[in-house]
């Protein structure tokens, strides 16, 4: 299995670019999340899905967007790029909710520019 | 909103030394993890506790629920060990799904 996969790995964006944060899992779980990693922070939740078709918002989602329509593929968009969204995603899967060991992507390093 | 506070921020450590980190929490969780994130930046999970104590080869992990407080114990400590450990906490409450995170403990051994 390859778990948690990210894409891309590293991306500079001008300021008012958009992008899409690609993840996606193989292993049939359910629960989806996106965190930010800022320095010297701790990880904070954007958004979250708890199946296809069913998604939340987390504690920082302003500037994000998130669908499901699968139950592997769970991609981020940033509309409107601006410098305050420069840090590192990841993206984690679990198979319930996080009482449940918690899998996390290689991370997407982004710098808005 | 759960806060959760680690400690120390930094440690640097001979091999060989027993290392703790401590990890407390303000409000009633439902779950705590532990974190290992590499120099790479890449995160795994080391353990996930809801009361008790659990083990797993050199690593030891600890929670005190009357304590809000948890504990993460490495033995015969190797450079390898070097990285960065989260604790993480699933607060008890309602609200949304996902986890709320301590800063990281930078844990460098030395040869």
């Known amino acids: 299995n390859a778990g948690v996969t990210q894409t891309p790995k590293f991306r500079i964006l001008k300021i008012g670019q958009s992008m899409t944060l690609q993840c996606t899992q193989d292993?049939?779980?359910?629960?989806m999340y996106w965190y930010r990693q800022d320095p010297g922070m701790g990880l904070k939740l954007i958004y979250y899905?708890?199946?296809?078709?069913?998604?939340d918002k987390g504690e920082v989602p302003n500037g994000y967007n998130v669908s499901r329509s699968t139950t592997e593929d769970f991609p981020l968009r940033l509309e409107l790029a601006a410098p305050s969204q420069t840090s590192v995603y990841f993206c984690?899967?679990?198979?319930?909710?996080?009482?449940?060991?918690?899998?996390f992507g290689p991370g997407t390093r982004l710098t808005v520019t | 909103k759960n806060e959760v506070e680690q400690s120390p921020q930094n440690l640097t450590a001979q091999e060989g030394e027993f290392i703790t980190i401590n990890c407390s929490y303000s409000?009633?969780?439902?779950?705590l993890h532990w974190l290992q994130q590499h120099p790479g930046g890449g995160i795994v999970s080391l353990f996930m506790?809801?009361?008790g104590k659990k083990k797993h080869g050199r690593l030891i992990a600890t929670i005190n629920i009357q304590e809000k407080h948890s504990s993460l114990h490495i033995t015969a400590s190797h450079p390898r060990d070097s990285a960065v450990y989260i604790c993480?906490?699933?607060?008890?409450?309602?609200?949304?799904?996902?986890?709320?995170f301590g800063k990281g403990t930078h844990l460098i051994i030395q040869p």
């Open positions: 993480a906490v699933k607060s008890s409450g309602g609200g949304a799904d996902g986890l709320t």
């Open positions: 292993m049939n779980h359910n629960y």
């Open positions: 899905s708890v199946g296809a078709g069913i998604t």
């Open positions: 409000v009633g969780i439902s779950a």
């Open positions: 984690a899967s679990s198979y319930r909710d996080t009482v449940y060991e918690q899998y």
């Open positions: 506790l809801s009361s």
